[in-house]
């Protein structure tokens, strides 16, 4: 080959090279950077560029960059559909990333960026991350919550609010609703106004149904543990907002502090009377029910407030049915001063005092054909009017006076030249047991149509 014919095949092998430069030096200046990123953090068409970023083969930066600017502009929801077309891999290692800048952001005091945080956080938990990111992610979500932003408005927590928050972290976000819990109990000890305090039950009783709501199944034994300490620190000044378990929760724990509010011999003090209340007529008959006709059984025989024992007498008719019948006779105390309500009971002046034994037993014998669904167990009543007992006979006497036959409305009559004297538990002239057993028989057509009208 000659010099002219190498020529040519020079020139031809200096433009390949030539072209081969100017494509990798177009190529490197072509290049995304986050520079390119943030030119359309505040452009339209944000979301889709942002969108373009994430998928287009481009580097890690850049991908958590686009991810960050969604973030930052409280566009978080957009990246579930997006990430989701990645690859896991690709997904986790941005993910990963984007968590270490969302750290970063909850750590300052901007509250708007903290909010942007959390909302990124909660939508990034969503796009299927590892156990150990998504752990963190529930972490950045607790550490907003847990404080005043759990009490922001609606309007103003962003996308995830606290319901979204806390139904994400499961159990990891039951700390947060037993710290809001215990603040609002503290407030409640020492608030001044009427108005302070209902707000505060209020917001008591809203925070237990949104844990309630969580289904979890340590919520109940969470919630138990704190009521039951409150109760503890707060005896006997107690408020309804102490009862707010009482209604539905199972949980042992739970037990104690309800028998011990039954059984103090404190009747005058108002919490623990609106307590009692609910245990007694919920708690005892739809919830912990074996457990309400031990402690009622007690009542019974104890009872220093003549109010409680009468609750519970309906309480073992409703648990127990016929076998609440015994209980109650069997229980009542033998002694009209027992049974008798306090001339200082708070509930006094709504009562005649005089008249009060013979008027609840008259309500409690109404109550067996509701709770025993008319299906009376008169052979009790003809057993029970042959005691020893005076408790036992009067009682007998005024349901027979309810449910009896003829034949029982006979044998009541045949007292009526017993002399003894009951004027301690009766009023007026029913002073002696004959004249107290003619009463009732006499009253028997009336109190028949009043028991079958119920």
């Not at 449910?403 to 017993?418: F, H, I, K, P, S």
């Amino acid at each position: 080959m000659n010099r002219g014919d190498l020529m040519p095949a020079l020139m031809n092998r200096v433009i390949v090279l030539l072209l081969t430069l100017v494509t990798i030096v177009t190529a490197v200046g072509c290049k995304t950077d986050i520079d390119d990123v943030r030119k359309w953090e505040n452009a339209k068409g944000r979301k889709e560029k942002m969108k373009e970023f994430i998928l287009a083969e481009n580097t890690l930066e850049v991908k958590v960059e686009a991810v960050m600017v969604l973030v930052r502009k409280g566009e978080g929801s957009n990246l579930m559909p997006i990430l989701k077309e990645l690859p896991d891999a690709e997904r986790g290692k941005i993910t990963e990333e984007a968590v270490a800048q969302l750290e970063k952001m909850m750590e300052g005091d901007d509250q708007a960026a903290q909010l942007r945080a959390k909302d990124g956080a909660y939508y990034l938990a969503q796009t299927g991350p590892s156990d150990e990111l998504r752990a963190r992610l529930r972490a950045l979500l607790i550490k907003w919550l847990d404080g005043d932003n759990f009490w922001r408005p609606l309007e103003t927590v962003g996308d995830a609010d606290r319901t979204k928050i806390l139904e994400e972290t499961g159990a990891m976000g039951l700390p947060v609703i037993m710290n809001v819990l215990n603040d609002r109990f503290e407030k409640l000890a020492t608030a001044q106004t009427d108005e302070r305090r209902n707000k505060l039950q209020q917001d008591i009783m809203g925070i237990v149904d949104l844990a309630s709501g969580l289904n979890l199944a340590e919520t109940d034994e969470a919630i138990a543990k704190l009521f039951a300490e409150q109760i503890d620190k707060s005896y006997p000044n107690l408020y309804e907002a102490h009862a707010i378990p009482y209604t539905t929760n199972k949980s042992e724990v739970l037990k104690e502090p309800a028998k011990r509010i039954l059984l103090d011999p404190d009747y005058k003090t108002e919490g623990l009377n609106i307590l009692r209340d609910i245990i007694i007529n919920e708690y005892y008959t739809e919830v912990q029910t074996k457990e309400g006709i031990s402690v009622c059984g007690k009542v019974l025989r104890e009872d220093r407030s003549g109010f409680n024992r009468w609750m519970c007498a309906r309480t073992l008719l409703k648990v127990a049915l016929e076998g609440g019948v015994d209980h109650v006779f069997l229980g009542l105390p033998d002694d009209p001063e027992a049974v008798k309500m306090p001339a200082d009971h708070p509930l006094a002046s709504q009562f005649n005092l005089q008249e009060y034994f013979v008027e609840e037993s008259k309500a409690f014998c109404r109550s067996i054909g509701v709770y025993l669904d008319n299906k009376i167990p008169l052979d009790k009543f003809r057993n029970y009017l042959k005691s020893t007992r005076t408790v036992e006979k009067l009682v007998a006497l005024i349901c027979l006076s309810y449910y009896g036959t003829d034949a029982d409305v006979a044998t009541m009559r045949t007292l009526e030249t017993d002399v003894t004297d009951i004027s301690a538990w009766s009023y007026g002239e029913l002073n002696t047991l004959g004249k107290f057993a003619v009463f009732f028989a006499d009253a028997h057509n009336e109190n028949a149509a009043a028991a079958k009208a119920q």
